[in-house]
């Protein structure tokens, strides 16, 4: 376990290393100094905002801002739907696919929309080249930049001195896809296509292979879709299996940078809050925070891991790790990967809403199994996705100062903001809107028959299948226990769309609620915090930047997840690890 | 409102070209240049003829016939397959027999019956295959890639131990010295990044394809 854990602890400190330089960048960004790119970039998002037509010298309100997003993130709804019925008038469409039915088209769309990328299809079966491209890859893009602009709004909102501006949205926007997620995209892609990952537009080949038999190998622009899936914390893959299919993550270099592309810029965002706010000491806490809860998922998914299963031991197959083998569980993993960055990117996955898996989720183990719920179950708060998991971060990080306030008996108070009832009133209700839209949606789909219909297995496994499903959703995370796809539907020619009525709506319902109502209410705090004058700190103020916050920060967030779906884990991946007998 | 609805409209095209089309085609003009053959697949030609990709398993296995020369067939109707004896055989591909175009995982669950009883099947045919070559090999040294799906079904790599393992039966099937074949398998093994990022595998297209230059020659 001592390499492993090495390459676990080299991928740790290039984070640490790259997160103040990225971060950095990104406030000069988003504060309009003048960066490297300004150059090259500078022109074109001036074309921009005259293609655009839009005026970013105006300030927005939140509810200005809001509309804009909403606005923006509707239409594009409406046109990834159109593209994806419309598969059969497509160019760059060589194996001829049709279009999928109309609800798995709305869970996609949902899905991808929302920066979800729950895929309730196979992408290699059922989707056309330009489906992968101008549709879903574009959403890869807008849906995380949509994110970011939420966070950058809300740290506008606590920086501001004065007035009720948030920024303009088509300018955070505009700059996040120029300046942030291209230029690192590009660079991604061609990293990845060094690798051997797949970049191009012919269609399928037949191989003959050696014995006498056929083989088909695939083809398509995967290696530029594959840089925004994990820079985006998209996770949506081109193939079934996602990063673990050879083409989409071939060596150990290309698994080390879609691991790193998938954690930059939500741990970037901590140093960007911090140079933005004027105290990078407050970007520092919240990275460390993060990062603890972080590594504790790793370390127990990988000894789980390492371990092996039930079913493999009761097999006879010997577990150990010897010379020239990994050992351990390695059903659904990948012998490049071995365990350590299996287990590695198990927990990145969760922590973030990438969902991206070179892993097979529904093979872990019980305890290697947990750390992905747990993760999950604590809203994706642990570097979380690009923006989202600042934004939802912060709102615990408020959370936390007003149980601080309560315990010292002085009213809270945040970088010199006081908080007064309608904040508080506001947070509360926006943590607790991801809890809400994975347990309704869970309870009621495996307590309906039709919901059932979508389980692969039976027991604890099953029932964590339905959790996970809905916890993933309403987390816009997208990783799946892949058991659960409910069955196919027999199109000619669409061989891969899976899903059923019920599971797809309700789980584009849940995408799009948990997506956009916590979008709502950072907003509404961002405006009601920028509204507020700022007051000196005093003697009696309590400091956020300290180890002791710290701690209290991941207090709260523990106590908050756990309290809320302790129970409903119990009975899934919890039974599992308790027992070492097979059902 | 009306201002935001012409932006988004407005948006929705341009982003749609600059990112949807322009980006991914920029991608492919600089990988198709710069990388061509691992930008097209990693394929492996022999003899002019497309013979597979070094990132993907293939089957090594053969159907088994009957007395009267017929493919056996199995309660389901597939054909039954036997591993061919004179090539290393890849990592078990349960869901999806290898087949690149609709990859699956196998989703068997750590506590599942169906994956002890696959498990067993798969080590009792291991030993089957390997013990008359390496004898006094038991469970014990069967490293578990060999007994285990892999998340693609089309892992290319199997392990170092495993291929050791496998070493002696290509050995006496094809009348090479071992010391012969254990040089051609660290040959074409492929190591961890700067020795130290991933794992290290056999890629087992490639050692077979050397391992049948060798013979033929």
Redesign the interface.
């Known amino acids: 376990m001592l390499q492993g854990s090495l390459q676990i602890a080299i991928f740790i400190a290039v984070l640490v290393a790259l997160t103040p330089l990225l971060g950095g960048y990104m406030a000069n960004v988003y504060t309009g100094e003048h960066v490297v790119l300004t150059r090259i970039a500078g022109p074109l998002e001036r074309l921009l905002y005259r293609r655009l037509r839009v005026d970013v010298s105006r300030g927005q309100d939140w509810k200005a801002y809001a509309r804009s997003l909403l606005v923006l993130s509707g239409l594009f709804w409406l046109a990834l739907y159109l593209i994806l019925r419309t598969q059969t008038l497509h160019p760059w469409n060589p194996q001829g696919f049709h279009s999928g039915t109309w609800d798995v088209t709305f869970n996609t769309t949902s899905s991808f929309i929302t920066n979800t990328n729950w895929q309730y299809y196979a992408g290699e079966t059922t989707m056309t080249f330009f489906s992968q491209m101008a549709g879903l890859a574009v959403q890869n893009f807008v849906s995380a930049a949509v994110g970011i602009c939420v966070v950058v709004a809300l740290i506008r909102g606590i920086m501001a001195r004065s007035g009720h501006s948030l920024g303009n949205f088509w300018q955070d926007l505009v700059r996040t896809l120029l300046y942030v997620l291209l230029p690192l995209s590009l660079v991604g892609a061609l990293v990845l296509v060094s690798q051997g990952v797949i970049q191009g537009f012919a269609g399928n080949a037949t191989a003959h292979t050696l014995v006498g038999g056929a083989q088909t190998i695939t083809f398509g622009p995967v290696a530029s879709q594959e840089a925004i899936k994990e820079l985006g914390t998209n996770g949506g893959g081109f193939f079934n299996v996602n990063s673990a299919m050879p083409f989409e993550n071939p060596t150990g270099l290309s698994n080390f940078v879609e691991l790193l592309l998938i954690l930059l810029i939500p741990a970037a965002l901590t140093a960007t809050y911090g140079r933005m706010v004027g105290n990078r000491r407050q970007g520092w806490a919240i990275f460390s925070a993060m990062a603890i809860l972080f590594v504790i998922g790793v370390a127990v998914a990988y000894a789980a891991e390492q371990h092996g299963t039930p079913a493999q031991h009761l097999a006879g197959i010997h577990t150990g790790h010897f010379g020239g083998s990994t050992g351990g569980n390695l059903e659904g993993k990948e012998q490049r990967f071995g365990i350590a960055n299996s287990a590695l990117w198990a927990a990145v996955t969760t922590v973030t809403s990438c969902g991206a898996v070179n892993t097979a989720f529904e093979s872990l183990t019980g305890l290697g199994g947990a750390v992905p719920f747990a993760n999950l179950s604590m809203s994706e708060v642990v570097f979380g996705g690009v923006g989202t998991g600042l934004y939802s971060m912060l709102v615990f990080v408020l959370l936390s100062v007003f149980i601080g306030g309560l315990m010292v008996g002085r009213t809270p108070e945040y970088l010199g903001k006081k908080l007064g009832t309608k904040e508080i009133k506001l947070l509360t209700l926006g943590a607790l809107f991801t809890p809400l839209a994975a347990l309704m949606t869970s309870a009621t789909a495996i307590a309906s028959p039709a919901g059932r219909e979508s389980l692969a297995a039976a027991g604890p496994q099953g029932f964590s299948e339905n959790l996970y499903a809905y916890l993933s959703q309403a987390n816009n995370n997208g990783s799946a226990w892949a058991g659960y796809t409910g069955y196919v539907q027999p199109t000619p020619g669409n061989l891969g769309a899976h899903g059923v009525a019920l599971a797809d709506l309700v789980g584009g319902l849940t995408m799009m609620f948990a997506r956009y109502a916590p979008i709502l209410f950072v907003l509404a705090i961002a405006g009601a915090l920028a509204g507020k004058r700022t007051a000196p700190a005093g003697l009696g103020t309590m400091r956020t930047d300290t180890p002791t916050f710290v701690a209290l920060l991941i207090g709260v967030i523990v106590l908050v997840g756990a309290l809320t779906f302790f129970p409903a884990i119990l009975l899934g991946p919890v039974v599992q690890s308790l027992t070492t007998s097979v059902f | 409102?009306r201002?935001?609805?012409?932006?988004?409209?407005?948006?929705?095209v341009?982003?749609?070209a600059l990112?949807?089309?322009a980006?991914?085609l920029?991608?492919?003009a600089?990988?198709?240049v710069?990388?061509p053959g691992?930008?097209?697949?990693?394929?492996i030609e022999r003899n002019g003829?497309?013979?597979?990709?070094r990132?993907?398993a293939?089957?090594?296995?053969?159907p088994v016939r009957n007395a009267n020369g017929k493919p056996k067939l199995d309660t389901d109707g597939n054909p039954v397959l036997t591993p061919?004896p004179r090539?290393f055989q890849p990592?078990p591909s349960t869901a999806t027999s290898?087949?690149?175009?609709?990859?699956?995982?196998?989703?068997?669950?750590?506590?599942?019956?169906d994956?002890?009883?696959t498990?067993?099947a798969s080590?009792d045919g291991y030993l089957r295959l390997e013990r008359p070559h390496d004898r006094g090999l038991t469970?014990?040294?069967?490293?578990?890639?060999a007994?285990?799906?892999?998340?693609?079904?089309?892992?290319?790599?199997?392990?170092?131990?495993?291929?050791?393992v496998q070493a002696h039966r290509i050995a006496d099937v094809r009348r090479l010295p071992l010391v012969r074949v254990q040089q051609l398998v660290a040959d074409h093994t492929?190591g961890?990044?700067l020795g130290?990022?991933?794992?290290?595998?056999v890629n087992v297209?490639e050692l077979?394809?050397a391992l049948?230059r060798r013979t033929s020659r």
């Not at chain 2, 003829?49 to 990709?53: A, E, F």
């Not at chain 2, 007994?147 to 050791?164: Q, R």
Request: proline share 6%; glycine share 6%; no cysteine.
């Open positions: 409102m201002r935001d609805l012409i932006s988004s409209v407005l948006a929705i341009v982003i749609t990112l949807g089309i980006y991914p920029v991608v492919t600089v990988a198709q710069a990388f691992k930008a097209n697949g990693s394929k003829k497309l013979v597979g990709s990132l993907l293939q089957d090594f296995r053969t061919d090539y990592r290898y087949d690149p175009a609709a990859t699956a995982f196998t989703s068997l669950g750590p506590n599942s019956k994956a002890r009883d498990f067993k080590l469970a014990t040294r069967v490293p578990v890639d007994v285990t799906s892999s998340a693609s079904g089309v892992d290319p790599h199997i392990s170092e131990a495993n291929a050791a492929d961890r990044f130290v990022l991933g794992e290290p595998g297209l077979n394809l049948d």
